[in-house]
């Protein structure tokens, strides 16, 4: 069995075939919640940062989807973002490389504790090539947060192009994807379905 050099190669086959997570999409995963309004702040960031040309991820990341959680943040403290961290769990089956948001709900310290309850990847093309990347970083969280006594049953993530996004949810051996999308087109919903992701865990 070939085993991926990183999280960056997973593709959903991999989680099958080396940890038996299968994978199922789920009708309105998040539904219900409530719309959470955006700031002024956030809206103006947005508009101005679209005019910078964004080739890559990072600048996506950068860009986009960092101002977008920091606004979620400000009214979510107890929670802390981490980026672009180095998040080597298993190297040997490959749960090792760069995160490029992980959330804490252990906010009182600079480093990375558990435990670590989410994941969110910024990608520059197909959210749906990424499904097996996001999976295996949100197992890696499990079994981190396993190690460390904290054994919390679900994991939620999501795959961004920075424009769209579609969340995840780790149960059991069950990665479910969301079939709903959301989108910086409506971004009342989009900070509505985030925060019922960090609502979960309060």
Not at 134 to 147: D, Q, T, Y
Request: aromatic share 10%; proline share 4%; hydrophobic share 35%.
């Amino acid at each position: 069995m070939k085993i991926p050099k990183s999280y960056r190669y997973y593709k959903l086959s991999d989680l099958k075939a080396i940890f038996q997570i299968g994978q199922r999409f789920s009708q309105d995963m998040l539904l219900p919640f409530q719309n959470v309004e955006p700031s002024d702040l956030l809206q103006k960031l947005l508009k101005r940062n679209l005019q910078i040309p964004m080739k890559n991820e990072k600048a996506k990341s950068e860009f986009l989807v960092a101002p977008i959680l920091t606004e979620v943040w400000e009214t979510n403290q107890n929670f802390k973002p981490l980026s672009g961290l180095t998040f080597n769990v298993e190297s040997s089956k490959g749960l090792k490389g760069v995160c490029d948001f992980l959330i804490s709900s252990k906010p009182d310290t600079a480093d990375l504790e558990s435990p670590v309850v989410c994941i969110f990847e910024a990608k520059d093309d197909n959210i749906e090539n990424w499904y097996g990347q996001c999976g295996a970083e949100m197992l890696a969280s499990r079994i981190f947060n396993e190690r460390e006594g904290n054994n919390i049953k679900i994991i939620h993530g999501a795959v961004t192009n920075g424009f769209t996004w579609q969340f995840l949810k780790l149960e059991d051996q069950t990665l479910s994807i969301d079939s709903q999308r959301y989108g910086t087109a409506n971004l009342p919903q989009l900070l509505g379905a985030i925060q019922k992701v960090y609502d979960f865990y309060k």
